[in-house]
């Protein structure tokens, strides 16, 4: 079955510093995936889509980078800031297709900017 | 714009009875909305997507007889948590889109049930 992986560790960064945050999946090839952001008690918010054939997508202070040999998803956040603060998830097209909005969610790496 | 409300943004109800939340799309037409349940710590799990005029999609392990979903119009999607029960406490979110890729999602809706 799919498996996708986030650290459920929180991360704790400094102010200024570049989080990075890391979605790996198993047995599947999707053709898009996804980051999210959610804050307690609030619905996500989106933030990016990567295709299969794009290496990299930045977004002002955010990049995203999608490496499908290696299955897996690097979440940056640079010149990082305590606005930054909240669960930061990934999704994953679960068609195939490319073209239908169904995804899986991973658990969410909870970050913590530190002043 | 993409503002997709939920209402009410928490209920407390006694075990037996049902409870119904409504998600609406206030600034666009949404092709098709999805209704997630969110556990403490946990990831958003699908439940079912919804198109207008069209029966539900349920995922497997959802019974649709106890989440029953009507998407009445392009801006409207109801769940209603029939003869709620104390395991159903849960965080109930939705989404709404008019694409084929990003979701906007509700602010959600905390179920207690006592």
């Known amino acids: 079955s799919q498996k996708i992986e986030q650290n459920s560790e929180a991360l704790n960064i400094q102010e200024g510093k570049t989080a990075t945050l890391t979605c790996n999946y198993t047995n599947y090839s999707p053709a898009y995936l996804q980051w999210y952001r959610q804050d307690p008690g609030r619905g996500p918010v989106f933030l990016l889509l990567i295709r299969e054939n794009e290496k990299e997508k930045r977004k002002e202070r955010l990049k995203v980078t999608f490496d499908t040999t290696l299955k897996q998803s690097l979440f940056h956040i640079t010149a990082s800031q305590p606005a930054d603060s909240a669960t930061y998830l990934c999704a994953l097209d679960l068609s195939g297709s490319g073209g239908y909005q169904k995804v899986t969610f991973g658990t969410g790496t909870k970050l913590q900017v530190i002043p | 714009g993409a503002v997709v409300s939920q209402h009410p943004s928490r209920v407390i109800c006694k075990s037996g009875t049902s409870v119904k939340i409504e998600c609406r799309s206030l600034?666009?037409?949404?092709?098709?909305m999805f209704w997630y349940r969110q556990f403490p710590k946990q990831s958003l799990m699908l439940m079912a997507t919804?198109?207008?005029?069209?029966?539900?999609?349920?995922e497997q392990g959802v019974e649709k007889d106890k989440f029953l979903i009507n998407h009445a119009s392009l801006t409207l999607s109801t769940l209603t948590v029939t003869s709620a029960h104390p395991e159903d406490s849960s965080f109930y979110i939705c989404?709404?889109?008019?694409?084929?890729?990003?979701?906007?999602f509700g602010p959600g809706t905390r179920l207690t049930v006592t």
């Open positions: 600034d666009f037409q949404a092709t098709t």
């Open positions: 989404s709404a889109t008019d694409g084929p890729y990003e979701q906007y």
């Open positions: 919804s198109n207008e005029g069209s029966k539900a999609t349920y």
